[in-house]
């Protein structure tokens, strides 16, 4: 068993649970795992049927220091569920990939195996699977799998929302933010005392400090020890890992990968960028903007973004190169950017005093228009406090930059202006620039005829008196080996970029010049003319929708009117003594029904007169019913369902027919005359009492049949 330690000075070999998934299983349904935990070499336990939820029980209760699987995608079906379950893991707890990664390229299992001397027969099985992995994690081999960045976000905020309130609203208010700053100061000392490398970011009112941001760059655990994540009834303090955007790999032990050159890295396609030097402008605050341009003044980026750490802003650079020199639009350096330049190595440019507003906009836009096919505007104020910078320093070197240009072309050298002009930033003469990198160009194709002609010397002088041995030597050809290849893929892709910069050229020509056409074209009086017919001919239309738009309101306020005096005679009917007002509805349907007892406000001892009885049945009935309402009016009371029929005379309520009655109609409204609605319901009312006398005798005389049958049956037995 190997005794190395990894990168954080753990021993490998500890405690390691390897994992496969169980033939048959899958990750997309209740998938069943084999397990097997090694310590020290030593298998501990075997665990051959777990389900996922009592695998993740089981690295709670071990917190192994790796859990060890030939495929992560066995355990998480989705790229972003990895983070969940590294989220769910013990702190100290580290999943690891043993085949390799998207980045290192892929091994099989097997073949690693056998290259270990880890015997096995066969096809292994998934505890033969889970052991094999651990045994490999044991021997520092395997990818740690980190969709976290080693950064911790610290966010200390108001613990509920103000919303309106009285008088000591605004000192209640105050009370919190000053709680803000109080625990932002606490927390700023801490990091402080403990020498941890942090950006800071807050949120300002007029009542102080609203939130306060600080991006630790150490991990968790290391924070949680002297900062927690708590709760009070002013303030919430929160603690969180920062999520990389994407998941990363690295080595448990680089050195094992390098000298088997197991997983050699493979050659990326934007490695050629990196050689090129950049002017960066930032804007540094809450929302961070950054300006990426190059020597001849092309703007290669903008873009902002709200508490940016400062990793992802090194990330974000070094997409496009190498900073050659970092820009701000203030006099005095913010902090960022001068943690940035140091870590770049670079020098900071600031204006000597602070620019106006309007300064800057003018600026900005005066560039723009000398570069009109730049896709990449400014979209707020940051973007353009950015953008400033990086072109306050473009035009302070862009006459040094010519010259330097029109010297190395003049005197023929073949060397790369882009690194004169970056030691001349650095503060060098263009002269002593140009000597330095001709005598560097001139000694590298020295040694590269020596490499090409294999005469390289086992043991060679050099100037300061030292000896560099064969193996140092080797060394030194590989890396030139390396600087050789990268120049070509540069000059390739520069090729190829020249090329594409040329269609580029060529298109924005034929845009120019058919933009200058048409502006010679709208210039032309015959464009006035055309320009007058057209808002001519969009004044017709507009005066035809409005005039279309005048009938449609007078035919709206004409049927207005209709209702409103339809509803004035309605008042007035109601308002007659002679006359008993009538509630009207369509038909018996339920819909009907619930919508009449809402608009009509139908309520007990109303009259209802129902124009048509579809839709009648139990349940219409019955919601009607249950009103409470006194008389209903229907067409024809004998076309009334049975069903229907029985409800409303349990509920004794009144039928009449609309025949038998002079009805005079007001939509919605109905009015009769009260002596022959009285005499209506007088006889509807007798003729009801009869019915239920007759219904009573009839079952009175059945009830007396029975008994006289049972007492007969009883007398004969």
Same mark, same amino acid.
């Given at each position: 068993?190997?005794?190395?330690?990894?990168?954080?000075?753990?021993?490998?070999?500890?405690?390691?649970?390897?994992?496969?998934?169980?033939?048959?299983?899958?990750?997309?349904?209740?998938?069943?795992?084999?397990?097997?935990?090694?310590?020290?070499?030593?298998?501990?336990?075997?665990?051959?049927?777990?389900?996922?939820?009592?695998?993740?029980?089981?690295?709670?209760?071990?917190?192994?220091?790796?859990?060890?699987?030939?495929?992560?995608?066995?355990?998480?079906?989705?790229?972003?569920?990895?983070?969940?379950?590294?989220?769910?893991?013990?702190?100290?707890?580290?999943?690891?990939?043993?085949?390799?990664?998207?980045?290192?390229?892929?091994?099989?299992?097997?073949?690693?195996?056998?290259?270990?001397?880890?015997?096995?027969?066969?096809?292994?099985?998934?505890?033969?699977?889970?052991?094999?992995?651990?045994?490999?994690?044991?021997?520092?081999?395997?990818?740690?799998?980190?969709?976290?960045?080693?950064?911790?976000?610290?966010?200390?905020?108001?613990?509920?929302?103000?919303?309106?309130?009285?008088?000591?609203?605004?000192?209640?208010?105050?009370?919190?933010?000053?709680?803000?700053?109080?625990?932002?100061?606490?927390?700023?000392?801490?990091?402080?005392?403990?020498?941890?490398?942090?950006?800071?970011?807050?949120?300002?009112?007029?009542?102080?400090?609203?939130?306060?941001?600080?991006?630790?760059?150490?991990?968790?655990?290391?924070?949680?020890?002297?900062?927690?994540?708590?709760?009070?009834?002013?303030?919430?303090?929160?603690?969180?890992?920062?999520?990389?955007?994407?998941?990363?790999?690295?080595?448990?032990?680089?050195?094992?990968?390098?000298?088997?050159?197991?997983?050699?890295?493979?050659?990326?396609?934007?490695?050629?960028?990196?050689?090129?030097?950049?002017?960066?402008?930032?804007?540094?605050?809450?929302?961070?903007?950054?300006?990426?341009?190059?020597?001849?003044?092309?703007?290669?980026?903008?873009?902002?973004?709200?508490?940016?750490?400062?990793?992802?802003?090194?990330?974000?650079?070094?997409?496009?190169?190498?900073?050659?020199?970092?820009?701000?639009?203030?006099?005095?350096?913010?902090?960022?950017?001068?943690?940035?330049?140091?870590?770049?190595?670079?020098?900071?440019?600031?204006?000597?005093?602070?620019?106006?507003?309007?300064?800057?906009?003018? !600026?900005?836009?005066?560039?723009?228009?000398?570069?009109?096919?730049?896709?990449?505007?400014?979209?707020?104020?940051?973007?353009?406090?950015?953008?400033?910078?990086?072109?306050?320093?473009?035009?302070?070197?862009?006459?040094?930059?010519?010259?330097?240009?029109?010297?190395?072309?003049?005197?023929?050298?073949?060397?790369?202006?882009?690194?004169?002009?970056? !030691?001349?930033?650095?503060?060098?003469?263009?002269?002593?620039?140009?000597?330095?990198?001709?005598?560097?160009?001139?000694?590298?194709?020295?040694?590269?005829?020596?490499?090409?002609?294999?005469?390289?010397?086992?043991?060679?002088?050099?100037?300061?008196?030292?000896?560099?041995?064969?193996?140092?030597?080797?060394?030194?050809?590989?890396?030139?080996?390396?600087?050789?290849?990268?120049?070509?893929?540069?000059?390739?892709?520069?090729?190829?970029?020249?090329?594409?910069?040329?269609?580029?050229?060529?298109?924005?020509?034929?845009?120019?010049?058919?933009?200058?056409?048409?502006?010679?074209?709208?210039?032309?009086?015959?464009?006035?003319?055309?320009?007058?017919?057209?808002?001519?001919?969009?004044?017709?239309?507009?005066?035809?929708?409005?005039?279309?738009?005048?009938?449609?309101?007078?035919?709206?306020?004409?049927?207005?009117?209709?209702?409103?005096?339809?509803?004035?005679?309605?008042?007035?009917?109601?308002?007659?003594?002679?006359?008993?007002?009538?509630?009207?509805?369509?038909?018996?349907?339920?819909?009907?029904?619930?919508?009449?007892?809402?608009?009509?406000?139908?309520?007990?001892?109303?009259?209802?007169?129902?124009?048509?009885?579809?839709?009648?049945?139990?349940?219409?009935?019955?919601?009607?019913?249950?009103?409470?309402?006194?008389?209903?009016?229907?067409?024809?009371?004998?076309?009334?369902?049975?069903?229907?029929?029985?409800?409303?005379?349990?509920?004794?309520?009144?039928?009449?027919?609309?025949?038998?009655?002079?009805?005079?109609?007001?939509?919605?409204?109905?009015?009769?005359?009260?002596?022959?609605?009285?005499?209506?319901?007088?006889?509807?009312?007798?003729?009801?009492?009869?019915?239920?006398?007759?219904? !009573?005798?009839?079952?009175?005389?059945?009830?007396?049949?029975?008994?006289?049958?049972?007492?007969?049956?009883?007398?004969?037995?």
């Amino acid at each position: 068993m190997a005794s190395f330690e990894n990168e954080d000075g753990e021993h490998l070999g500890v405690d390691i649970l390897g994992v496969d998934i169980l033939a048959g299983s899958s990750v997309f349904s209740r998938p069943r795992y084999a397990a097997v935990l090694l310590q020290e070499g030593e298998i501990i336990d075997r665990y051959p049927d777990l389900s996922k939820r009592r695998l993740l029980r089981l690295i709670r209760e071990l917190s192994p220091s790796y859990v060890a699987s030939d495929n992560i995608f066995e355990l998480v079906d989705d790229r972003r569920k990895l983070r969940a379950l590294c989220a769910a893991f013990p702190l100290k707890t580290k999943l690891v990939q043993v085949t390799g990664s998207p980045y290192h390229g892929f091994k099989p299992l097997r073949e690693i195996s056998k290259l270990y001397n880890i015997p096995f027969s066969g096809k292994p099985n998934p505890m033969q699977t889970a052991e094999i992995v651990a045994r490999l994690v044991d021997l520092g081999i395997g990818f740690i799998v980190a969709p976290f960045t080693d950064e911790t976000k610290i966010i200390v905020s108001k613990s509920r929302h103000l919303g309106p309130g009285g008088w000591s609203e605004k000192r209640y208010a105050r009370k919190i933010r000053g709680a803000i700053q109080k625990m932002a100061r606490e927390i700023t000392e801490k990091l402080e005392e403990k020498s941890l490398d942090f950006d800071y970011y807050e949120k300002r009112s007029e009542f102080g400090l609203d939130k306060a941001v600080f991006h630790v760059y150490a991990p968790k655990k290391e924070i949680d020890s002297f900062i927690k994540r708590m709760r009070t009834s002013l303030i919430q303090v929160k603690v969180e890992p920062v999520p990389s955007k994407t998941t990363t790999y690295r080595p448990i032990n680089e050195e094992i990968l390098t000298d088997l050159d197991l997983f050699p890295w493979p050659v990326g396609g934007e490695e050629e960028r990196r050689l090129l030097p950049l002017i960066v402008g930032i804007d540094a605050g809450t929302t961070t903007a950054i300006a990426i341009m190059d020597f001849s003044g092309n703007l290669l980026h903008l873009s902002s973004s709200r508490e940016c750490s400062r990793s992802e802003i090194i990330k974000l650079i070094i997409r496009y190169g190498k900073p050659a020199i970092i820009a701000s639009d203030v006099p005095h350096t913010p902090s960022l950017l001068a943690k940035l330049a140091a870590t770049f190595q670079v020098k900071v440019h600031n204006p000597k005093e602070d620019i106006a507003v309007s300064a800057k906009t003018e !600026l900005v836009n005066s560039f723009l228009e000398e570069n009109i096919f730049i896709n990449d505007k400014p979209s707020n104020a940051h973007e353009r406090d950015a953008l400033t910078a990086a072109i306050l320093v473009f035009k302070n070197y862009k006459n040094l930059f010519q010259k330097i240009d029109s010297k190395i072309e003049l005197q023929k050298l073949g060397i790369n202006p882009e690194a004169v002009k970056v !030691l001349v930033i650095q503060g060098m003469k263009i002269s002593d620039a140009i000597m330095r990198i001709a005598n560097e160009k001139a000694k590298e194709k020295e040694l590269l005829e020596t490499i090409r002609s294999k005469e390289v010397p086992q043991e060679r002088e050099i100037q300061n008196g030292e000896k560099i041995d064969e193996d140092t030597d080797q060394r030194l050809v590989n890396r030139l080996k390396r600087r050789l290849d990268a120049s070509r893929k540069q000059y390739d892709f520069l090729e190829q970029q020249n090329e594409e910069l040329k269609h580029k050229l060529e298109a924005n020509q034929n845009r120019i010049s058919e933009l200058e056409k048409q502006l010679e074209y709208l210039r032309s009086e015959k464009a006035k003319d055309l320009t007058i017919k057209r808002l001519h001919i969009q004044h017709q239309f507009e005066v035809k929708r409005l005039e279309e738009g005048k009938k449609n309101l007078f035919k709206e306020t004409e049927l207005l009117k209709d209702e409103i005096n339809r509803l004035k005679e309605a008042i007035l009917l109601a308002s007659d003594p002679e006359l008993v007002p009538i509630k009207v509805i369509p038909d018996f349907s339920l819909e009907t029904i619930e919508k009449a007892i809402t608009e009509l406000k139908i309520a007990e001892k109303d009259i209802v007169l129902i124009k048509s009885l579809s839709g009648a049945g139990s349940s219409t009935a019955k919601i009607l019913a249950e009103t409470g309402i006194k008389t209903i009016i229907v067409p024809k009371s004998s076309s009334i369902p049975q069903n229907a029929l029985s409800i409303l005379k349990e509920k004794n309520t009144i039928l009449l027919e609309e025949e038998k009655l002079e009805i005079l109609f007001k939509e919605p409204f109905a009015f009769m005359r009260k002596n022959l609605f009285e005499e209506a319901v007088k006889q509807a009312e007798q003729k009801l009492e009869e019915e239920q006398e007759g219904l !009573l005798k009839e079952r009175l005389g059945k009830m007396v049949s029975e008994y006289r049958f049972l007492r007969r049956k009883e007398l004969t037995e």
